[in-house]
Structures are given as C-alpha cells and as structure tokens.
C-alpha cells in the first residue's frame, strides 16, 4: 500500500495506516505498550501518561501521537519501565487502592498493571483521601477514593452510550468525576449495562448487586497478565 507508515518500535518494523496513533499501530501489530486511560473503542485521552514512549529520544504518550515515517519509539526499556513503574506508584498512593477488599480484584487494570511491573509495594507515602461515594443510583454505585481520573467514563458515556453522565470538576489535587445532575447519580439517565459502567478500569464505577459473581483467583487478571491478549495477536500471526 503506497501511503503505508513503517516506523520501528524496539527495534521492529511497525507498518501503520495513516491517521493511526502510535499505540493503535502498536496494537495492530501485536506490540503491546502499557496504557490505562485508553480504550481501544474511545477516543484518545493522553492523561495517565502509562503509556509514554520516547519518540527519536523524547517522551511522548504513545495513544496520542501520531505514527510517522522512519521514527524510532523505545518501548520496552528499562527507562520506560521505571517512567511507568513511578507513574503507577503515585496513583496506587493517591488513592485508596486496598486491592484485597475491592470487587474488582482481578479484573483491575490499576492492579494488573502494578503486577506486570513488578510493583509489590508503592515508594512513596499513601495520602488516604476521603472522597464522597454515591450510592444513589439503583444499579451503580461510585467510589471515588479508587478513581484515577482516566476519563474513561466521560467518553465512554458520551461516544458509545450517547449520554451526557460524567465530567471533571476541580483542579489539581481537587480534580474529581462529577455527574451531571444535582443531586447524584440517581437523578442520571445511567444505566447499569451501559458502556460507561464497564469502561472504568478500576473499581470507582461498579454494578450493585452482581459482585463476586465471579469468584477472586478466575478473573480476567488472576489467569494472564495485563497486555497478553494484544502479544497474543502476534504470536499467533507468526510475527
Ligand atoms: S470513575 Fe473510573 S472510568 Fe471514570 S475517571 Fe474514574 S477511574 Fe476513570
């Protein structure tokens, strides 16, 4: 194909279609590159900052820049690994992440991804915020002491679910997910199987009612690492 991208990722010729991201080339190609705020069916967010990469020998968010012809992206560093390592670290210590009393254990990507990179235990001081739950809604139920501000349920909400549920209020360290109703989510037009629910990679945004339906050590996580569906892909295809 004549308007093909080729650039190399570690060393491998990656092909990419124009208008893809990094991340997506990576993804196509069976190149797995860590990330938390992207979702392959959402739009790009460029927030977590997990999945940087050094673009010809600077840091850039793999699931906002652009592949190009002929640039060389190092991914799989030890560079790289202790960026994400450090990135992961802080938001483990900025919340309230107590991985053996959450519903989501096992099915976390936070956690997932802590154990893919050798995290056993975070460098700095936990913060212990105390933020608000809403449990008003009948079928969901927010925590905002796990959330990691990805994003992912405000694009998830407006792109697949085509509602307008959540949004970022505040600054700083003040930054939080605010429904957009008075009240809480009850006063929302959410619903518990819409895509902004199971968009949320930890356990900030959960269904009531349906938890440990299955059970801790057969979840998604509990039997292969976060990332080896998309390292599948390219074993699979002989690459
Ligand atoms: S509630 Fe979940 S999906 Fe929404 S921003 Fe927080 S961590 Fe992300």
Known sequence: MSDEIKFSIDGVEIKAIPGQTILQAAD???VYIPRLCA????????SCRVC?????????????????PGIIVENNTDE?????????DMLFVEGNHFCMFCEKSGNCELQA?????????PQ???????????ASHPEVFIDRNRCI???????AAKELDNKNVFQFVGRGIHKHIAVNAEHGLSETDLAGVDRAVSACPVGAILRKRVGYSIPVGERLYDKQPIGSDIEADRSSAGK
């Open 28 to 30: 196509a190609a069976g």
């Open 39 to 46: 979702h392959r069916q959402l739009s790009p967010h460029g």
């Open 52 to 68: 940087t990469v050094k673009v010809n020998g600077r840091p850039q968010a793999a699931c906002t820049q652009p592949a190009a």
């Open 80 to 88: 790289m690994k202790a960026v994400r390592t450090s990135i992961v």
């Open 113 to 121: 991804m802590a154990y893919r990179l050798g995290i056993a235990a």
């Open 124 to 134: 700095h001081e936990y913060l212990f915020p105390s933020r608000p739950l809403d």
């Open 149 to 155: 501000l990805c994003g992912r349920c405000v694009r």
